[in-house]
């Protein structure tokens, strides 16, 4: 489900299993750790989109709606996330530039700029449960 923060959710998950064994395998100063890979996915998802319009030579007003587009399409569950970016980098270059070619390929690279981002998440995620693992078992 998109709209649950998944990363949020995991290391609640962890600090839970970390305190049930009363922090005796999984310190505090890892968990700190683990909690700053967290809050830096947060950052990849409202970075990832405004980058990828900004990498093909966006306009400021492009950029800055394709970040208004990702936070506008977190309402409307996964159709509004994947759309969100796209939709907004275009209306910010055409507010512009009345190019509609460049406005949908500024928009196109906003998506992939999204699509990229969600899989540096996942890593993310996956780097945040490893690192409590190696805690944990060694």
Avoid: C, H, Q, Y
């Amino acid at each position: 489900m998109p709209a649950l923060p998944g990363t949020t959710l995991i290391l609640a998950g962890l600090w839970l299993v970390a305190w049930a064994d009363g922090f005796s395998r999984v310190s505090i100063a890892t968990l700190a750790l683990i909690s700053i890979v967290g809050a830096a996915t947060f950052a990849v998802d409202f970075v990832a989109a405004s980058l990828g319009a900004k990498r093909v030579g966006a306009s400021r007003r492009a950029v800055i709606g394709a970040a208004l587009g990702m936070i506008a399409g977190l309402f409307f569950g996964l159709p509004g996330i994947v759309i969100g970016p796209f939709a907004g980098a275009v209306v910010g270059e055409l507010t512009l530039n009345r190019d509609v070619r460049r406005a949908g390929r500024i928009g196109m690279a906003a998506w992939i700029g999204l699509l990229v981002g969600t899989i540096v998440k996942v890593g993310l995620a996956f780097l945040m449960i490893g690192i409590f693992l190696i805690a944990f078992l060694f």
